[in-house]
């Protein structure tokens, strides 16, 4: 995989950038102005990202992801991430058949839902689940691959299927893990 050099990275002039990211050069980025990316993270080949984005430190985003963050944003907190193929809407057309659809359309005559998407630490989304807007994936939660997320989640929990539904607590033993390497930057 090939990825932007630090120097590549500072010419997009995106509203922040941190250390030693890492973003291939086979992903397609809009509206760098919006988008935030802490310290270690990192981007895989054919991800788009568009509209508001803010993405943590130590975030990794999977091949084939899209991430949309519209008008009211997505965020990543840290040591979060996407699995392949995942998607996250933090809006998305009426389908009732109440309002015109599609990006062609004035905004006059859609009614779009637009609600921040919110992906808490530690929280892992498994390989071609969907996440709605308006979801808060609390601290810890983990997804289970092929699952859609269309409600927010309890911390430090496993979800699967379609509609998301809580399987089982997960265990928080990692955050130890966190602090070693945390510490392991200090020195």
Known sequence: MAFYSQEQLER???????????????????????????????????????????????VHIAVFCNVAGGEKGVVLEDFSG??????????????????????TVPDEYKFETKKEVRI????????????????????????????MVTKSTEPWSIYFGVPAKKIKSRKNSLLQLELNYLKSLES
């Open 12 to 58: 997009f002039n995106f509203k922040s950038i941190g250390k030693n990211v890492l973003i291939s050069d086979k992903a397609s980025i809009y509206n760098h102005a919006q988008i935030e990316i802490g310290d270690n993270s990192r981007i895989d080949d054919f991800c788009v990202l568009s509209g508001k984005i803010t993405i943590g430190r130590n």
């Open 82 to 103: 996407l699995a392949y193929a995942c998607q996250v809407f933090s809006q998305s057309d009426d389908y009732s058949g109440k309002s015109l659809t599609n990006p």
């Open 120 to 147: 808490g630490r530690h929280s892992i989304v498994g390989a071609s689940s969907m996440i709605l807007p308006g979801v808060v994936l609390a601290e810890g939660t983990s997804v289970g691959a092929m699952t």
